[in-house]
């Protein structure tokens, strides 16, 4: 079954970042297993999946339905080299379109106000509108790898929570790289680092530990 063969389809996905693991196996569970975990394989048809993401796309968005024909036809795509499938029923579907969004981006005076309203975490809110590091870089980034003198940040780590836990890796494209820092952030961070260790992460949890997207968010951003 489609089932069967998608869950032995995730179990090869090792050398992903398991945050990107857990997110195929959050669409697997939210919308293709569903439809599709007792459908045997030769059974699948093309217009059966066109129709699947029609429906996807009315009950859910574009962008569900696209991400979730994507695993489906990966999945799918596995079964067809392994001579399990002539060909791959998910190809050649009609996708609906994504409606691009205008994007905001704050000014200085914006991110000041921001920054102000997080209170003892505006400091956080600074370094990201600055540096453009990604949220999990920012947080695992530890003081040895802050260069305040050179206002240089190297950017060598990313930690991400997946089903509750903090989970270490390499950035991403798995590249480290040097970001450069505002001569006003490094002063700002010189004096947030004092006395750290190198070893110590630059920002911490208000309870000590690594900072959390979904904690920060909720606590501390969307309140500011």
Request: net charge positive; charged share 25%.
């Amino acid at each position: 079954t489609v089932g069967e063969w998608s869950a032995r389809w995730l179990g090869a996905q090792a050398h992903l970042k398991p945050s990107t693991r857990e997110r195929y196996a959050g669409i697997l569970r939210e919308h293709v297993d569903p439809k599709w975990s007792k459908v045997k394989l030769s059974d699948v048809r093309h217009a059966d999946v066109q129709t699947w993401v029609s429906e996807l796309t009315d009950r859910r968005s574009a962008s569900t339905a696209r991400k979730a024909h994507r695993v489906l036809s990966l999945v799918l795509a596995l079964a067809v080299r392994d001579n399990r499938l002539a060909r791959n029923p998910a190809d050649g579907v009609g996708l609906p379109r994504e409606v691009q969004r205008d994007r905001r981006y704050l000014t200085h005076a914006e991110v000041r106000q921001l920054a102000a309203a997080a209170g003892e975490h505006g400091l956080v809110i600074t370094f990201l509108a600055y540096t453009g590091l990604r949220f999990g870089e920012a947080a695992a980034l530890r003081v040895a790898r802050l260069g305040v003198l050179n206002r240089r940040v190297e950017v060598a780590e990313s930690v991400t929570a997946v089903n509750g836990r903090s989970v270490w890796g390499t950035p991403k494209g798995h590249l480290r790289r040097w970001g450069s820092v505002p001569a006003f952030v490094a002063e700002q961070l010189a004096g947030h680092v004092e006395g750290k260790s190198g070893g110590e992460l630059v920002f911490e949890s208000p309870y000590g530990g690594v900072l959390r997207a979904s904690n920060f968010r909720r606590d501390v951003f969307e309140p500011a």
